[in-house]
């Protein structure tokens, strides 16, 4: 396995301090697991569980650059990044709680090896997706062939990381939408149905020709969507809207209202 130290080198950008609380992560979550450790193990996993949200952070704030979330489609994109990082991140604090907070204070200790290294499993699980997520968005840069239309240039690098993060953590962030039930109303999949109308071709469409109307001296032209991006048919409509309306909504209120519970 390619090392933190490995990637900080060959990233365009710099990606110190991400590193660092990686380093920190892994020589914390490492520690020994027995019966005559519980205790000790219990707090280092914890500490460790402060660097894992600190690599959840930074992550943010490497990403949130206006140089690269630049259009509605990318704001679109990362809002539902962190919705997803938010709705991982608060699982984690679940099995937190349910593995080692809840029976900590029980009068027959139930807190034992079994618990602390399920815990151990699901941060190590999750340093991972950060981890591989950074090494395929390197490896994708490194592809890249310079020329008038593409740039090797740390914001490309951003965007590859921001796409690649964006579909690593849906499909963990977005499993925790689905409830009993199955597929909420105002959803398709994991997908919020006005975002499936945004990342479309005609949802680009209606963007542009709503910012062309508002800035008629600054016309703009819709971008086309990456087909990794584009799910089913690109004449999907959004079931709450009709054909003329405008697409100034990001997410729908339901799921504002999910999200507001969330907060």
Excluded: C
Excluded at 242 to 254: C, Y
């Amino acid at each position: 396995m390619i090392s933190w130290i490995d990637l900080r080198e060959r990233s365009p950008m710099n990606i110190g301090r991400l590193v660092d609380h990686a380093n920190k992560f892994n020589s914390l979550v490492g520690v020994k697991i027995s019966l005559n450790n519980l205790n000790r193990s219990k707090k280092s996993l914890i500490d460790a569980r402060g660097e894992l949200e600190l690599m959840f952070t930074t992550l943010q704030q490497i990403i949130y650059d206006r140089d690269i979330l630049k259009n509605s489609t990318d704001n679109v994109l990362y809002g539902w990044l962190i919705d997803n990082l938010g709705r991982y991140q608060k699982e984690l604090n679940d099995k937190e709680d349910e593995l080692l907070i809840r029976y900590d204070d029980a009068l027959v200790a139930r807190v034992g090896i079994s618990r602390i290294s399920s815990y151990a499993k699901s941060l190590k699980i999750a340093h991972q997706l950060i981890y591989e997520s950074m090494l395929k968005s390197i490896e994708e840069y490194d592809k890249i062939i310079e020329s008038k239309e593409i740039k090797k240039e740390p914001r490309t690098f951003l965007y590859i990381l921001f796409h690649v993060l964006q579909i690593t953590m849906s499909s963990v962030g977005g499993l925790a939408r689905q409830g009993s039930n199955g597929v909420k109303r105002g959803q398709v999949g994991n997908y919020p149905t006005t975002w499936q109308s945004l990342i479309s071709n005609n949802g680009q469409q209606k963007i542009a020709n709503n910012h062309n109307k508002e800035h008629p001296d600054d016309p703009i032209t819709a971008p086309e969507v990456p087909d990794i991006l584009l799910e089913g048919d690109d004449s999907f409509k959004d079931e709450n809207q009709d054909d003329d309306s405008e697409v100034d909504v990001l997410f729908s209120e339901e799921t504002k209202e999910e999200q507001d519970g969330y907060n």
